[in-house]
């Protein structure tokens, strides 16, 4: 079986790692894949360090689409998946997450029957206004196989009038759903162990034994809104004063820092001694950061998901979140950008840690899963 997958942004890139790995494990001989990098994220701490960390092989194709805006950027990358489909004519095309190349894949391989598998299927924040919902409510619609990490993802999928219990043939007129668990929880778990050998993350950032918060922020709207980007920096900053944050940057975030924010605190933003401030870490630095830390304070979907991983509480910059599951146990708190929630749930959860975190993203092999349907449903 061929199979194309089609990644672009960070968190992408990672999850394909599990994939890769599997096949490489237990399907050399029957699955042959091939690797399509859009380019959307491009420095080398954003793209090319996954690739060496964690053992991704090299991008058969990299389409080099760089930065844009959302219709530039996603017809380019559109243009370019069609070319390579056209030329690949592989079994199916694998798409991960909600991003604009997870869009471009759908558009592009529907419009020329090549059948989609959307790894993280189902979710849904109920806010059109995330560029993300546009994409993921899209590429379920134009796909085959549809791999949901959870029962609220698979409830979401039923309400949009996906059956449950169809037979196959699969197609994209009758596509199935399956609830798998995480991919994400797969490299958690791998690489945990690998993390505490190799990264001296901890020492470099003078925590090693010390109690910390890990920050990160990067969603357009937070990021791309003066009063919002500016609240939750001052929680930061507040927070800082009790205990070490780290907060490593997204490059649209340093960016928006220098043209929302005062100089002044921008300036106590990246040299104070407790917020520490810095670049995008590598993946297994962020596994070790996440394992270490006494909280964790986030927009980002997927390090929501490993802040439950590894058993820490969570403060969820954002006003809804697509991982129910995870607020429901009362293990994270939905504070949008509003300073005062957001320093009322840190230091609550700082106080009293919650304990109980039940098993909801699976079983941690969720890839092996996912290659089996696919070799059942594509294999010909
Ligand atoms: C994208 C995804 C988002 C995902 C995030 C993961 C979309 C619409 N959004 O958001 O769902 O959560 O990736 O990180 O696809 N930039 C650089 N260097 C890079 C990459 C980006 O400097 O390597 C800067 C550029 O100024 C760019 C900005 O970051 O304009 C935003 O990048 P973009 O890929 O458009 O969106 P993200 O915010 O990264
Ligand atoms: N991540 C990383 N280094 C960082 C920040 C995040 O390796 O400096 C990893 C994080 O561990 C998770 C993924 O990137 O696996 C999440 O990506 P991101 O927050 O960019 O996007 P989202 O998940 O919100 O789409």
Redesign the pocket.
């Known amino acids: 079986m061929n199979i194309v997958t089609v990644i672009g942004a960070?968190?992408q890139i990672?999850k394909a790692a599990a994939l890769s790995r599997a096949i490489r494990t237990s399907y050399q001989k029957q699955i042959h894949e091939t690797i399509v990098h859009t380019g959307q994220h491009y420095d080398e701490n954003m793209s090319q360090v996954f690739f060496d960390e964690l053992g991704i092989p090299k991008p058969d194709y990299n389409l080099q689409v760089g930065s844009a805006s959302h219709g530039v950027q996603t017809a380019k990358m559109t243009e370019g998946i069609e070319r390579i489909l056209l030329e690949e004519r592989p079994d199916c095309l694998v798409l991960y997450?909600d991003t604009n190349s997870t869009l471009a894949g759908a558009v592009a391989a529907a419009k020329i029957h090549v059948p989609i598998v959307h790894i993280e299927a189902g979710l849904r924040s109920f806010n059109k206004s995330m560029p993300e919902e546009i994409n993921r409510i899209v590429c379920d619609h134009c796909s085959t196989l549809l791999f949901s990490p959870t029962q609220a993802g698979v409830d979401n999928l039923a309400k949009e009038g996906f059956r449950l219990n169809n037979e196959g043939p699969y197609s994209i007129d009758n596509p199935k759903v399956f609830l798998c668990g995480d991919i994400?929880y797969d490299n958690s778990l791998y690489f945990s162990k690998i993390a505490e050998e190799k990264t001296d993350v901890l020492q470099r950032l003078q925590l090693l034994g010390k109690p910390f918060v890990l920050a990160?922020l990067?969603r357009d709207s937070n990021t791309d809104h003066p009063e919002r980007l500016n609240s939750i920096l001052d929680a930061l900053l507040e927070i800082a004063e009790e205990m070490p944050v780290v907060l490593?940057l997204?490059p649209r975030t340093r960016k928006m820092i220098g043209q929302l924010v005062e100089p002044q605190k921008a300036e106590k933003l990246f040299h104070s001694e407790n917020l520490r401030t810095t670049d995008?870490?590598?993946?297994l630095e962020?596994?070790q950061l996440e394992r270490h830390a006494s909280l964790v304070m986030t927009d980002?979907?997927?390090?929501q998901k490993?802040s439950y991983f590894f058993q820490k509480p969570c403060v969820i910059l954002r006003p809804e979140t697509e991982w129910v599951e995870i607020v429901q146990a009362g293990t994270g708190t939905l504070t949008d950008a509003d300073k005062t929630s957001i320093l009322e749930a840190s230091r609550g959860y700082l106080r009293q840690p919650p304990t109980n975190f039940p098993e909801i993203f699976g079983d941690g092999h969720a890839a092996e899963f996912m290659l089996q349907q696919m070799i059942q449903c594509f294999n010909s």
């Open positions: 960070r968190p990672i997450g994400m990160t990067h490593p997204h995008p870490v590598s993946f962020m596994v980002s979907g997927g390090v490993e």
